[in-house]
């Protein structure tokens, strides 16, 4: 469904990415897995085509490299970026409403499917977003994007900075997701949710693709553990 082929990316002069290649699938759930710095944000922006980039990256058979970022949305491609990225000063419910507003469609979410998914978003409807906690920020955050109705969703860092518990939460909803028929792409620094909840994992080390494989296999490859992903 998204095909990566020989992709680069710039900053300016610098060259951030050298030629990365992956597919994720339908219905897949797909961990994109690195140290700091390695350039998983950096994939996910040149695949929403925030950043400068060459190569090919076709989404459902069509290529998307230069093209904008709200014409990429609106193919079906949902970005949930590492910052969590609400409007403050608006409602919960006002959040919402403006994912709602990039849908191509009537989506197949509803409010109340996500006040269902979170049912402290729907307690706090009416409160400003920028009061929230860090976790329910960043649940408004996806769920704006869901509201959108994206296809394939690409999540950078969900879990960052949540505690343990609200963790196993985001990995429950990562399921949730698969089962409603969307794909992912999870950028994780935790191995244990990525290795819990993706179908196949792929590690990246210095802007390449240094591995791919299952959650068994990158267990079992203790060489690119050491090497890729152990700090
Ligand atoms: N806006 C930018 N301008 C210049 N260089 C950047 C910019 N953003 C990232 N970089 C550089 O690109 C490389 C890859 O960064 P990227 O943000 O993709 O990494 P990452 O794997 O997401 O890591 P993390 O999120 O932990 O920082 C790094 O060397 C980083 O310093
Ligand atoms: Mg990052």
Redesign the pocket.
């Known amino acids: 469904m998204l095909h990566i082929e020989n992709l680069h990316a710039y ?2 002069k ?1 060259h ?2 050298h030629g990365v290649h992956f597919d994720v699938g339908p219905g897949e759930i797909v961990a994109l897995l ?12 040149a695949i929403m085509g925030m ?1 400068e980039s060459t190569g090919d990256v076709t989404w459902k058979g069509q290529p998307i490299v230069g093209r904008k970022p709200y014409e990429i949305a609106h193919l079906g491609l949902g970005y949930v970026p ?1 910052n969590r990225d609400i409007f403050p000063r608006l409602t919960v419910q006002q959040n919402l409403l403006l994912g709602q507003k990039g849908a191509r469609q009537k989506g197949r979410w509803s409010f109340d499917d996500m006040y269902a998914m979170f049912p402290r978003l729907k307690e706090r409807q009416h409160t400003e977003a920028g009061v929230l906690s860090g976790g329910e920020q960043q649940m408004l955050t996806l769920c704006r994007t869901l509201m959108g109705d994206p296809e394939l969703i690409i999540i ?2 969900p879990t960052e900075g949540l505690a343990p518990k609200i963790v196993e939460l985001v990995g429950e909803y990562l399921k949730t997701l698969k089962a409603k028929g969307i794909s992912v792409l999870l ?1 994780e ?1 935790k191995l244990t949710i990525a290795m819990s909840v993706s179908d196949r994992t792929l590690v ?1 080390g210095h ?1 390449s693709i240094v591995f791919q494989g299952t959650p068994d296999s990158l267990r079992a490859d203790a060489y690119i553990r050491k090497e890729w992903l152990e700090v």
């Open positions: 900053y300016g610098s951030v990415l690195g140290r700091n710095g390695s350039g998983r944000s950096t994939t996910a922006k950043v590492e950078d860092e950028i620094q990246m802007g």
